[in-house]
């Protein structure tokens, strides 16, 4: 009888899965507990890997863990174990991760292309204690395509030089002087580090101490090139909370040139990824090549905490492709949908004649609304 029992509750509860009121069905949500930033998103052999913040041991913020999923389209997700777990140094906040082709780490063995996570250790013990260097950058390393990482024995690989906070490293490979670039959240601004072996970091320079939106800290960077009529341009993200032009944690960004060691804007606007609240530390995919797919935290840390699911908390945007636009002399970002998500847009029925008087509320609950049917009603005059 207990085993029957047992079998029943486990079969219940994958029925369920999924289904439980306020799941989106068409963004990443984890299965259980908390989920904020994206991390570690990078594209490696047809496959999307999106790791994230990841406290498994509740529904709220706690000691951060990196969580993993993968997907072949962008839109379905298959959840995998947890790829990174707090350690001496701290706990595992957010960072990036590339492919090593080059094999510059020397991580690869037997002809195995190495990826290679960076990441904040966050030290908690240096936090209660008042230090102004508890966070510090790090490395981990895969030769299965993610399943399974390997801290660097030499971790910290760049130390706190004493700013409280220091983090959220964004690296990618900058072909033309054939090194790695860090851009990295440094309090107020951001600070750009280079590395030929991922191991070892040089500072190169500062931006944004005067510039830009500064209601919050800076948080969660990037940095990738797209063109404009043909003319290369870079842009830098930058996620800060609070300060969001609607309250809260938002993203901003800036459109410039750089040349390897600074980025320099072409104005200094200040510029709003999203103006709507649920959206944070957005970053982009590594090794996408031209193409630039953004996705962030579709969430606020005004009321991330207040959501009113049970088993799980927190879910991610629509993946969107990024391009540059001018209107009126001023280049400006744009995002669309994967154009992935188009399949799963099904043929809509059309029911005529049908007589409203006035209006009609309707109120559906999660569950009625499974199988993704929904009415639109339109008043006749």
């Excluded at 991610?316 to 669309?336: E, F, Y």
């Amino acid at each position: 009888m207990v085993s029957i029992c047992s079998l029943v509750t486990a079969q219940q509860q994958k029925t369920n899965l999924y289904n439980e009121p306020f799941r989106p069905q068409l963004h990443f949500s984890p299965k259980a507990h908390w989920m904020n930033d994206p991390n570690g998103m990078v594209y490696f052999n047809h496959t999307y890997h999106l790791f994230f913040q990841y406290y498994p041991g509740g529904t709220v913020w706690g000691p951060m863990h990196w969580g993993h999923a993968i997907s072949k389209d962008l839109v379905h997700w298959q959840q995998l174990p947890i790829a990174l777990y707090p350690d001496s140094l701290g706990y595992i906040f957010s960072g990036s991760a590339v492919v090593d082709s080059n094999n510059t780490s020397g991580f690869g063995k037997n002809g195995k292309i190495p990826l290679v996570a960076i990441f904040t250790h966050h030290d908690p013990k240096g936090e209660r204690a008042g230090t102004d260097n508890f966070q510090n950058e790090s490395i981990a390393y895969s030769l299965d395509e993610g399943r399974t990482w390997t801290k660097y024995s030499g971790n910290p690989v760049l130390k706190n030089p004493g700013i409280r906070d220091f983090r959220d490293p964004k690296v990618m490979w900058y072909a033309k002087d054939k090194k790695w670039v860090m851009t990295l959240a440094t309090k107020d601004h951001i600070t750009f580090y280079s590395s030929r072996d991922l191991k070892t970091w040089a500072k190169e320079s500062e931006f944004g101490k005067e510039i830009g939106a500064h209601g919050g800290v800076w948080e969660c960077p990037d940095l990738f090139p797209l063109k404009l009529n043909g003319k290369q341009y870079w842009v830098l993200v930058v996620n800060l909370n609070p300060g969001g032009p609607n309250g809260g944690s938002a993203t901003q960004y800036f459109v410039g040139q750089f040349d390897g060691e600074q980025f320099v804007p072409v104005d200094d606007q200040i510029k709003w990824l999203d103006y709507g609240p649920d959206e944070y530390a957005g970053i982009t995919w590594n090794n996408t090549g031209s193409r630039k797919i953004f996705l962030g935290w579709m969430s606020n840390w005004s009321y991330a905490t207040q959501v009113p699911t049970a088993s799980w908390r927190s879910a991610m945007t629509i993946p969107r492709d990024l391009k540059l636009i001018s209107i009126d002399g001023n280049i400006l970002l744009t995002s669309m949908p994967v154009k992935a998500i188009l399949k799963l847009k099904q043929q809509p029925i059309l029911a005529g004649n049908v007589h409203v008087k006035k209006y009609m509320l309707v109120t559906l609950r999660p569950a009625q609304l499974r199988d993704g049917t929904f009415w639109i009603f339109k008043p006749t005059p």
